[in-house]
């Protein structure tokens, strides 16, 4: 059976995603990741819990499936490994992170505001914490089908996002978002790796 929070958090995400549609761009406004500097103009701007809330809206069918896929594949084990208490912790940690990574590269880069949704940057730290847990496991690209140990597919996944990012390749994507997610997936671990060895 998919572990408690697992589901939980696939169940969130896609409620969130169908009120999406009962209440447009309402949920936009007030609950996606805007930066410091957005203008009044555009709506609410920047609100305290949105480094939270953005990672429960998403910005249409593809991008939820492939979130949610992602979620569905490699939290249930993780969650095996942490425990469900600490799982939570851990993936609202990697959201929260991605949150400060893209709120970062937005004031430094002084591009116009634009909102962040998605829950990607919980995602990306659950591939991190995959392949730390499980390095010798192998995963199935979708796009081309290649099968390769899970360490390789975090490391190539992690160079590309970094590339995409620096390069300003595949605009309108949070590269810097997915690595913060992948960051702070890593501290944690590493945080919690120092302590008695009872269980994550």
């Known amino acids: 059976m998919m572990p408690p929070v697992t589901r939980l958090l696939l169940i969130a ?16 406004v007030w609950f996606a990741l805007w930066p410091f500097n957005t203008p009044a103009e555009f709506g609410a701007g920047f609100l305290p819990w949105q480094v939270l809330t953005y990672g429960f809206l998403h910005g249409g069918l ?4 492939f979130n949610m896929l992602a979620l569905y594949m490699f939290g249930g084990q993780i969650e095996q490994v942490f425990g ?3 799982f ?37 730290g659950l ?14 690209l ?16 992690g160079l590309l ?8 390749t595949a605009a309108g994507i949070a590269h810097f978002a997915h690595l913060g997610g992948m960051l702070g997936g890593y501290l944690l671990i590493r945080q919690w790796r120092r302590r008695p060895p009872h269980q994550y």
């Open 13 to 28: 995400n896609v409620a969130v995603f169908l009120l999406q549609f009962v209440f447009g761009d309402l949920l936009i």
């Open 62 to 65: 593809v991008h939820i499936g």
């Open 84 to 86: 469900s208490r600490r």
């Open 88 to 124: 939570l912790i851990y993936y609202l940690g990697c959201v929260f992170s991605a949150a400060l990574a893209q709120l970062a590269m937005s004031a430094l880069s002084g591009s116009p505001p634009f909102p962040t949704v998605g829950a990607s940057g919980g995602v990306f």
């Open 127 to 140: 591939l991190l914490a995959y392949g730390l847990f499980f390095p010798r496991r192998t995963v199935m």
């Open 142 to 157: 979708l796009f081309p089908p290649i099968p390769m140990p899970a360490w390789l597919f975090v490391t190539l996944y």
């Open 161 to 168: 996002e970094l590339y995409l990012g620096v390069t300003g």
